[in-house]
Structure formats: C-alpha cells, structure tokens
C-alpha cells in the first residue's frame, strides 16, 4: 500500500470520527442547572415527597395519578412541556 492511500484513509478514518461525534454530541441533554417541581403529574405511588396540601410528609403516598398537590423534580423549563405540569417551586441542582 502506497503511502498516499494509507495518509488518504488515515484521514478518512478521522473525518468520520469527527462527523460521528458532532451527529452524537446532542443526544444526551446536559446534567440540568436547576430543577423544578411540577405538580400535577405524578402517578399514583410515585410522587416526590410531601403533598402541597399537607395531607401527608413523605415521598411515594401519592394515592391517585396526577393530583394537582403531588409533585416530582423535573429539569428546569420540562415541566410546562408536559401536559397537566403545574410549576410550584425551583430549586439549583447539585454540583
């Protein structure tokens, strides 16, 4: 092999790993900066702590699917996005 066709595929090899990097680069969304929590779309059982109303302290008591007083941590700017998403507080993610 000549040496113009192995520097042709060595070049070859690296603009490909170049596109295959940009294509990916976006695919996985960055760690969030903040976070958010959206009531109303919790299911039953799988809420984030304590209901907004009070009626009970702890994480996983929700009783219903998506009660307007049970929340979960989304992303900050995700909770809107969702359908029923109600924000009721923000809150910076851990570094």
Same mark, same amino acid.
């Given at each position: 092999m000549s040496n113009k066709v192995m520097a042709k595929a060595a070049i070859s090899s690296v603009l490909a790993l170049g596109v295959l990097a940009a294509s990916t680069a976006h695919a996985v969304p960055e760690q969030p900066?903040?976070?958010?929590?959206?009531?109303?779309?919790? +299911?039953?059982? +799988?809420?984030?702590?304590g209901a907004l109303n009070g009626s009970h302290g702890c994480a996983g008591q929700a009783t219903v699917d998506n009660?307007?007083?049970?929340?979960?941590?989304?992303? +900050?700017?995700?909770?809107?996005?969702?359908?029923?998403?109600?924000? +009721?507080?923000?809150?910076?993610?851990k570094k």
């Open positions: 900066t903040a976070w958010e929590k959206c009531a109303g779309i919790a +299911k039953a059982g +799988k809420n984030d702590c009660d307007d007083n049970e929340w979960v941590y989304v992303p +900050k700017g995700t909770c809107e996005k969702i359908t029923g998403g109600i924000v +009721k507080a923000e809150k910076p993610a």
